[in-house]
């Protein structure tokens, strides 16, 4: 409703992640110390993945018109909307929506790690849980392709259909806001491993001190 009113859509969508991001991780895992830092880990990556969306976004010159829906929201509100802000809030909430799975994956693995073995020095611990980590964005990553070429399917068929040069192609609004999209996607998720293991073995070993 605050962005249909006129209000910046970006800057909605990070406070609308915030929230998200903390109902549906005390919801999904309860209200405890795990969370907390999971809750942290998210945070600290969607704001590098709001830094690098805004250069990455200014960079490529894109205005938010890759899609229909987008045209018909300039004709269709009572006041304007900033499709630039719109695309960089959907942005965000979509590396949201990956980073979940892995800052409590990380942050999971390094409480386990930790409680079954509490010898482990901090860098073995950061070491070990380093090595799921990197199994988990492996994972994540073959699924988030292959999900995104299922729902795009008639996409691809259509430019192989018209056979179009690859820059012509790559080069149009609708595919650039695409590309954008999986780049800050993937840098928030492989940075997210290190961020979320580093929190979660400084709290679990000094916790345990």
Do not use: C
Not at 59 to 74: D, M, N, R, V
């Amino acid at each position: 409703p605050q962005i249909s009113q006129g209000a910046n859509p970006f800057t909605i969508s990070l406070i609308g992640a915030a929230l998200i991001a903390g109902i549906s991780l005390v919801l999904g895992h309860g209200f405890n110390k795990q969370t907390g830092v999971a809750l942290l880990s998210i945070m600290v990556t969607i704001n590098l993945a709001m830094v690098l969306s805004i250069v990455f976004v200014n960079i490529s010159h894109l205005f938010g018109l890759g899609t229909e829906e987008a045209f018909y929201l300039q004709t269709g509100m009572e006041k304007a909307i900033n499709l630039r802000g719109l695309l960089l809030g959907g942005i965000i909430i979509g590396v949201l929506g990956v980073l979940d799975d892995v800052a409590t994956a990380q942050v999971a693995a390094v409480a386990e790690l930790r409680a079954a073995n509490p010898a482990l020095s901090a860098k073995e611990l950061y070491i070990r849980a380093s090595r799921i980590g990197h199994e988990h964005i492996v994972a994540v990553v073959n699924t988030l392709v292959l999900a995104y070429v299922g729902a795009a399917f008639p996409l691809v068929l259509l430019f192989q259909t018209f056979q179009l040069p690859w820059w012509v192609t790559l080069n149009t609004e609708m595919i650039s806001e695409e590309v954008v999209r999986t780049l800050i996607g993937s840098v928030a998720l492989v940075a997210a491993v290190p961020i979320a293991t580093s929190l979660a073995v400084w709290y679990f070993h000094r916790q345990s001190k």
